[in-house]
């Protein structure tokens, strides 16, 4: 059964503490890996797709990384408007075109 | 551009009522997806539209329902409406609906089911 785990459940850091958060999943073939923010009361934001093993993308404070059982998104000096759940979802190749399965998310708090 | 957008943004009915919710995707987006949030099972896969044609429906009563009109913008729908379809109720449009598409979401509709 495909599975997508997220850890941890919720981090807190101090501004500029640079740290990783993990998505490990279990799917039968990966058609792609998302990662998305949600603030509190909207719709999950897109942030990067990995495709393959090996992938990276930055994007400002963030860079997602992919291997063949997990990605870490990497927050460098996290700033407090980082703070956001942040989802990650696989498409997998037995699930049809288009739909996302999604972890349970990390609920990030970045102090000031 | 303009993002996905869904109306009403806010709900609450009783139960045994139904619902329609509307979604509009990204301009020139042609596949738009329904997922439901809760805070106990997170986001979950309601179905998927393409051309006007469900492609893929995910794990729900048949009460849930849809569709898509000629334009690309889709409607779902929710009949006799229960407690624990209380949720944020998130639409997301795709350029198409190949694999690997990104999907865009709107900022959803909470429905409270009274």
């Known amino acids: 059964e495909d599975q997508v785990t997220q850890s941890p459940e919720a981090l807190r850091l101090q501004e500029g503490e640079s740290s990783s958060l993990n998505c490990s999943y279990t799917?039968?073939?990966?058609?792609?890996l998302f990662w998305y923010r949600q603030d509190p009361g909207k719709g999950p934001e897109f942030l990067f797709t990995?495709?393959?093993a090996g992938e990276e993308k930055e994007k400002e404070r963030l860079k997602a990384t992919l291997t063949k059982k997990e990605s870490f998104l990497h927050i460098t000096a996290p700033k407090p408007e980082d703070s956001a759940t942040y989802l990650c979802?696989?498409?997998?190749?037995?699930?049809?075109?288009?739909?996302?399965?999604f972890g349970t998310g990390t609920r990030l708090t970045v102090i000031p | 551009k303009a993002g996905v957008t869904q109306t009403p943004r806010y709900l609450i009915k009783t139960r045994g009522q139904q619902v329609t919710l509307s979604c509009s995707p990204i301009?020139?987006?042609?596949?738009v997806s329904w997922y439901q949030q809760t805070p106990g099972q997170g986001l979950q896969f309601l179905f998927e539209y393409f051309s006007e044609t469900q492609r893929n429906k995910g794990n729900f009563p048949g009460r849930f329902s849809g569709r898509q009109f000629s334009n690309s913008r889709s409607e779902m729908n929710v009949s006799t409406l229960e407690l624990g379809d209380s949720a944020l109720y998130l639409c997301?449009?795709?350029?198409?609906?190949?694999?690997?598409?990104?999907?865009?979401f709107g900022p959803g509709t909470r429905l409270l089911v009274l």
């Open positions: 799917v039968s073939g990966l058609r792609g």
């Open positions: 997301a449009s795709s350029l198409e609906a190949g694999a690997g598409e990104t999907q865009y």
């Open positions: 979802a696989v498409q997998a190749r037995g699930t049809g075109a288009n739909n996302l399965f």
């Open positions: 301009s020139g987006h042609r596949s």
């Open positions: 990995l495709y393959s």
